[in-house]
């Protein structure tokens, strides 16, 4: 255990939590921080495969880049 986790212990034991119980907070909180962490990621691979996708088609925001030009 890290010396992060052993304070974080102390704090909850201080909040009258159980060491037990301040163990499942300390790996529910790793859990969530860990899918929040992989959300944001395939929210950024989403974005940038948006701007790749406006690049390769020449799109931006969803309308055509292209002219016609009638003579």
Same mark, same amino acid.
């Given at each position: 255990m890290s010396q992060y986790e052993d304070l974080l212990i102390d704090a909850l034991l201080d909040?009258?939590?159980?060491?037990?119980? #301040?163990?499942?907070?300390?790996v529910v909180q790793e859990r969530v921080e860990r899918e929040r962490r992989e959300e944001e990621e395939r929210r950024r691979f989403a974005q940038w495969m #948006?701007?790749?996708?406006n690049v390769t088609y020449g799109t931006t925001g969803g309308t055509s880049t292209s002219t016609s030009t009638e003579a």
């Open positions: 909040r009258g939590f159980t060491v037990e119980e #301040a163990v499942r907070l300390i #948006a701007r790749i996708s």
